[in-house]
C-alpha cells in the first residue's frame, strides 16, 4: 500500500494517517475497522477537490460536501419516517 494511504496504528486508540498533503495523529475510542472506514471516506472527499486548492480549502470543501450528504440524508429518513406515521394512523 502507499505510504501516504496507509493509516498506522500506534497503539492504544492512536493512529497516524494521510489526508490530502498533511499527515495527521489522532487518539479515538472507535473500533478500528470503523476508523479506517471514515478515515477513507474523509480522504475520497478532500482528493476529489482540484490540487490546486490549499490544504485547508480542500478540507473545508470536504466539510461541506459531508455536511450536504448528511443533510439530505437526514432529509429522506423524515420523508421515510412520515410515511409509516402516515400508515400506521390510516385506518384499515
Known amino acids: ?5 496507509e493509516i498506522k496504528s500506534l497503539g492504544d486508540g492512536k493512529y497516524s494517517f494521510w489526508i490530502g498533503r498533511q499527515r495527521y495523529t489522532l487518539t ?4 478500528a ?3 479506517f ?19 485547508d480549502e480542500r478540507l ?3 466539510l461541506m460536501a459531508l455536511s ?3 443533510e439530505e440524508l437526514s432529509l429522506r ?5 412520515d410515511k409509516f406515521s402516515e400508515q ?3 385506518p384499515v
Not at 500500500?1 to 494511504?5: G, L, P, Y
Not at 479515538?28 to 473500533?31: A, C, D, I, V
Not at 429518513?77 to 419516517?81: A, D, F, L, R
Open 1 to 5: 500500500m502507499d505510504e501516504t494511504h
Open 28 to 31: 479515538t475510542k472507535l473500533e
Open 33 to 35: 475497522a470503523r476508523f
Open 37 to 55: 472506514r471514515i478515515v477513507e471516506s474523509a480522504r475520497e472527499l478532500v482528493e476529489a477537490f482540484p490540487p490546486n486548492l490549499s490544504q
Open 60 to 62: 473545508f470543501l470536504a
Open 68 to 70: 450536504h450528504q448528511v
Open 77 to 81: 429518513i423524515g420523508e421515510i419516517s
Open 88 to 90: 400506521d394512523s390510516d
